[in-house]
């Protein structure tokens, strides 16, 4: 298909009617198959006071992960950074360094992790929102933190893999300067992707963790057996997007509930808008859209997100995905 790395971003999508325990444990055995069909990372999201996701602590969700598994890269897609102390985050990482040694991805990003004014307001303990250089010295703050100098032992016995998330020119901008790899939110802003890629790709400065640009883009894919079940499958995101654009405490809907509704001329615009350049379909469906997306912008490295309502037909989207390319390897997963 690809010839690239696939990786898997997962957010812990809570069902109707079920636990936030429930979709941890879901989200870790999604991570145990992401391994057995070969994906070369899982990463988690940090997201607060939504009723449709139980990742909120990535640091301790990817705990779990590191303990369920034995080869696949476990990390963060991504700690929202200004809602965090940088010396914390560099020790929680550090720790998960010292867990799961060569196995540890730190991405941070810029954004709160909600919609929610009041929310945002909280986690940074009553603070508006930060600028671009407070942002930009909290980033290289936890860079410099990890070094064999330090007194803390977590800080100096090895560094996560660390990434800059971003889904703008600007956040694409900051990744070159600081010669850090980059992870883009294609899934979340398709059109800004090729502008924010040529931006990165133009202004990198080599660094003493990576002398030339290196690029994820994450993009959802949902695969079935034919078009028409993966169009099924992707209808509750459809009609879950939608919802989050008037409010942030949208709950993801059933597929039954999915098929039952009728879209408006205005949801239906948005929905093929938003699936345009993602993937969903059949294997041979998916597998030509994904080719068409690495051939328009380049990357090194695929991340999939899979925003399937059930957790057997996420990990079936896996499978078959895995089906299509090279990353098929031996499992080790307990």
Same mark, same amino acid.
Do not use: K
């Given at each position: 298909?690809?010839?690239? %790395? =696939?990786?898997?971003?997962?957010?812990?999508?809570?069902?109707?009617?079920?636990?936030?325990?429930?979709?941890?444990?879901?989200?870790?055995?999604?991570?145990?198959?992401?391994?057995?069909?070969?994906?070369?990372? !899982?990463?988690?999201?940090?997201?607060?006071?939504? *009723?449709?996701?139980?990742?909120?602590?990535?640091?301790?969700?990817?705990?779990? =992960?590191?303990?369920?598994?034995?080869?696949?890269?476990?990390?963060?897609?991504?700690?929202?950074?200004?809602?965090?102390? %940088?010396?914390?985050?560099?020790?929680? !990482?550090?720790? =998960?360094?010292?867990?799961? *040694? #060569?196995?540890?991805?730190?991405?941070?990003?810029?954004?709160?992790?909600?919609? #929610?004014?009041?929310?945002?307001?909280?986690?940074?303990?009553?603070?508006?929102?930060?600028?671009?250089?407070?942002?930009?010295?909290?980033?290289?703050?936890?860079?410099?933190?990890?070094?064999?100098?330090?007194?803390?032992?977590?800080?100096?016995?090895?560094? *996560?893999?660390?990434? =800059?998330?971003?889904?703008?020119?600007?956040?694409?901008?900051?990744?070159?300067?600081?010669?850090? %790899?980059?992870?883009? /939110?294609?899934?979340?802003? %398709?059109?800004? @992707?090729?502008?924010?890629?040529?931006?990165?790709?133009?202004? !990198?400065?080599?660094?003493?963790?990576?002398?030339?640009?290196?690029?994820?883009?994450?993009?959802?894919?949902? $695969?079935?057996?034919?078009?028409?079940? /993966? +169009?099924?499958?992707?209808? *509750? /995101?459809?009609?879950?997007?939608?919802?989050?654009? @008037?409010?942030?405490?949208?709950?993801?809907? @059933?597929?039954?509930?999915?098929?039952?509704?009728?879209? @408006?001329?205005?949801?239906?615009?948005?929905?093929?808008?938003?699936?345009?350049?993602?993937?969903?379909?059949?294997?041979?469906?998916?597998?030509?859209?994904?080719?068409?997306?690495?051939?328009?912008?380049?990357?090194?490295?695929?991340?999939?997100?899979?925003?399937?309502? +059930?957790?057997?037909?996420?990990?079936?989207?896996?499978?078959?995905?895995?089906?299509?390319?090279?990353?098929?390897?031996?499992?080790? $997963?307990?």
């Amino acid at each position: 298909m690809t010839g690239l %790395p =696939l990786s898997v971003l997962d957010l812990a999508p809570v069902q109707e009617g079920t636990r936030a325990a429930e979709a941890l444990s879901a989200t870790i055995a999604l991570a145990c198959r992401a391994e057995r069909f070969g994906y070369h990372r !899982f990463w988690v999201a940090e997201h607060h006071n939504s *009723p449709a996701t139980a990742g909120s602590a990535p640091a301790v969700l990817i705990a779990a =992960l590191a303990a369920a598994t034995s080869r696949i890269r476990v990390g963060s897609g991504g700690v929202m950074l200004p809602n965090h102390v %940088p010396l914390v985050v560099a020790e929680q !990482f550090g720790t =998960l360094v010292a867990l799961a *040694p #060569d196995r540890v991805d730190l991405g941070v990003g810029r954004g709160p992790g909600t919609a #929610d004014e009041t929310t945002a307001r909280a986690l940074r303990r009553g603070a508006g929102p930060v600028s671009a250089e407070e942002y930009a010295h909290d980033v290289t703050t936890v860079l410099g933190l990890f070094t064999e100098d330090s007194p803390a032992p977590v800080l100096r016995d090895g560094v *996560p893999e660390i990434w =800059l998330l971003s889904s703008s020119e600007s956040g694409a901008g900051l990744a070159a300067g600081l010669g850090l %790899p980059l992870s883009f /939110a294609h899934h979340l802003r %398709p059109a800004a @992707t090729g502008a924010a890629l040529a931006r990165y790709r133009e202004r !990198f400065r080599p660094s003493a963790r990576l002398d030339r640009p290196r690029v994820m883009v994450s993009v959802e894919v949902v $695969c079935a057996e034919t078009d028409e079940r /993966a +169009d099924q499958l992707m209808r *509750p /995101a459809d009609l879950f997007e939608y919802e989050l654009t @008037t409010r942030w405490a949208a709950t993801l809907p @059933t597929p039954q509930q999915a098929r039952a509704h009728r879209l @408006t001329e205005h949801e239906r615009v948005f929905v093929q808008e938003r699936r345009r350049w993602q993937a969903v379909g059949s294997p041979e469906t998916v597998a030509r859209q994904l080719a068409r997306l690495t051939e328009a912008v380049r990357p090194d490295e695929l991340m999939l997100t899979m925003p399937v309502y +059930d957790p057997e037909d996420r990990a079936r989207s896996l499978e078959l995905v895995a089906g299509l390319s090279d990353v098929g390897t031996a499992s080790r $997963c307990r």
